[in-house]
Nanobody, 125 residues
Framework: EVQLQASGGGLVQAGGSLRLSCVAS????????IGWIRQAPGKERGGVSC????????YYADSVKGRATISSDNAKNTVYLQMNSLRPEDTAVYYC??????????????????WGQGAQVTVSS
């Protein structure tokens, strides 16, 4: 059974940092990419970042470039999203998503795969 467990969300002040974690199980980690998708109230869902566990390709949305770093620990089947200099507009539910590795490119992520539960990130001004 594919499972994705997201954690690390919380309430943080603007300018602060958070690290989201996504622990995966039930599939061959190296064959997949893990992405982070966020959805704020009243807004469309959008890809934030992804990393291919096969070849290390990463993607960052323009809105988080320079403030976010995605990394993967293949030994732990875990992907991390470090977010710094958080802004109120980063407030959203963040979901981790496992997709075939070729669905993550430098240009974006195809949001078709296995979804984990969300982690709420709230940034206060």
């Amino acid at each position: 059974e594919v499972q994705l467990q997201a954690s690390g969300g919380g309430l943080v002040q603007a300018g602060g940092s958070l690290r989201l974690s996504c622990v995966a199980s039930g599939f061959t980690f190296d064959d997949y990419a893990i992405g982070w998708i966020r959805q704020a109230p009243g807004k469309e869902r959008g890809g934030v970042s992804c990393i291919s566990n096969s070849d290390g390709i990463t993607y960052y949305a323009d809105s988080v470039k320079g403030r976010a770093t995605i990394s993967s620990d293949n030994a732990k089947n875990t992907v991390y999203l470090q977010m710094n200099s958080l802004r109120p507009e980063d407030t959203a539910v963040y979901y981790c998503l496992a997709v075939p590795h070729y669905y993550c490119s430098a240009n974006g992520i195809t949001e078709y795969g296995h979804w984990g539960q969300g982690a709420q990130v709230t940034v206060s001004s």
